[in-house]
């Protein structure tokens, strides 16, 4: 079976600017090895990143976006959930992941990977998750 992630922002920032484990897991998702959910709130906020910290014009990040959504499923989120009480805007991420029916969150952020899991959603940074596919992969 082919897992479904939601990458959190910071994690399609990253595969962005550089060639990581961020950038090894969009890849997966991009050759279609794995299946990857987004949502709007996500979109805006990476857009909002790459402006203001790696000084992309509105034209260039509206382009990164159209990339990204060629091969990144998207879902219309509630925006009721407050299951990330430290960091609000975290909650889209778990959210996302809900109605994405995704299996996993990929990210960088202390807040959500503190939470280790929400409900059946296993919540690991690009590294775990790159070790864990290997394991499914056997």
């Not at 994690?11 to 969009?26: D, I």
């Not at 890849?27 to 959910?37: D, F, P, S, T």
């Not at 990210?107 to 929400?118: A, C, E, I, V």
């Amino acid at each position: 079976m082919v897992p479904t992630v939601v990458f959190d922002t910071n994690v399609l920032f990253s595969a962005t600017g550089w060639r990581g484990k961020p950038f090894e897991c969009v890849e997966l998702a991009r050759a279609g090895k794995i299946q990857a959910v987004t949502c709007a709130e996500l979109m805006d906020e990476l857009a909002e990143k790459l402006e203001l910290r790696l000084g992309f014009s509105a034209e260039q990040s509206a382009e990164t976006i159209a990339r990204f959504l060629r091969f990144l499923g998207t879902v219309r989120i509630p925006n009721v959930l407050n299951a990330v009480p430290r960091d609000p805007d975290d909650n889209a991420v778990i959210e996302c992941a809900i109605e994405g029916k995704a299996t996993y969150v990929i990210s960088g952020d202390k807040d959500l990977l503190d939470l280790k899991k929400f409900r059946d959603i296993e919540i690991v940074r690009a590294s775990e998750f790159l070790s864990i596919l290997a394991k499914l992969e056997k």
